[in-house]
């Protein structure tokens, strides 16, 4: 694995090059780590080696770390990008750029553990997926939903997604054990959970159709899908005959 840091400040790419030696999460992997100060010697090592992970910073002198994270998108292969910044109120713009993670300086080794432990979870879906010849060009995260919530970020498998409902403008994901609420669409969510098993059935949900566990008849001819964890969702008249196709009724 090959990781670079991108931060105008030596001393805080000194730290977190010792946290990231020191992590535990690394003990059996093989990595090398790379350090630019600005987007122009960030944009060298990208060229120089094939960069897996990027801690960056989003100041950089009279730089803006955006710019580097909107160029890897044109990259023919997009690194994850963990933001490492002293600044706590760029977290949804970060996650938009669908960033893996965002750390707050003064770096804490937990943390950094956490973000690493993130990263390598991820790159190694991605080489199952290679492997398998699901190589799908671009797709930073293939198994991966990152969940935008009111203080945090966190993130699940997609396979675990039970059911997703929208109500009162917040969208509400559930999965067998939990539950969150975000600001997200669930526009949003059918653009990610692009699975053929994840499937809208409602105008205001969607549901992972291998989760179903009853379909029971519903008020004026519709259904209702009673899923693994209890959940119940409603089925809209529209969406009926295609979940049955899909279910095989």
């Known amino acids: ?24 999460t690394l003990t059996d992997v093989s ?12 944009q060298g090592s990208l060229l120089k080696e094939h960069i897996d992970l990027i801690f960056l910073d989003i100041s950089l ?36 750029v669908d960033a893996l993670d965002y750390v707050l300086k003064p770096f804490e080794q937990e943390r950094i553990d956490q973000a690493l432990s993130k990263a390598l979870k991820t790159l190694h879906v991605q080489e199952v997926h290679a492997e398998s010849g699901d190589n799908k060009k671009n797709k930073q995260v293939n198994d991966m939903l990152s969940i935008e919530l009111a203080d945090r970020n966190v993130v699940i498998k997609k396979e675990d997604l039970v059911s997703a409902t929208v109500s ?10 939990n539950k969150y609420t975000t600001k997200k669409t669930l526009s949003w969510l059918k653009d990610k959970m692009t699975d053929p098993k994840f499937m809208q059935v409602h105008r205001n949900s969607l549901v992972n159709i291998e989760k179903i566990k009853e379909v029971q008849p519903w008020f004026n001819h519709t259904a209702l899908l009673i899923m693994n964890n209890a959940d119940k969702v409603q089925v809209g008249r529209s969406y009926q005959k295609e979940l049955g196709q899909r279910l095989g009724m």
């Open 1 to 24: 694995m090959k990781i670079l840091l991108v931060d105008d400040e030596p001393l805080a790419r000194g730290e977190l090059e010792y946290l990231i030696k020191r992590s535990p």
């Open 31 to 42: 990595y090398d780590i790379f350090q630019a100060e600005d987007v122009k010697e960030a």
């Open 61 to 96: 002198n009279e730089e803006n770390g955006f710019e580097l994270a909107d160029e890897l998108k044109q990259l023919s292969y997009s690194p994850l990008i963990i933001f490492a910044t002293a600044y706590d109120n760029y977290a949804v713009r970060a996650f938009n």
């Open 168 to 177: 009162g403008g917040m969208l509400t994901i559930k999965t067998d054990t």
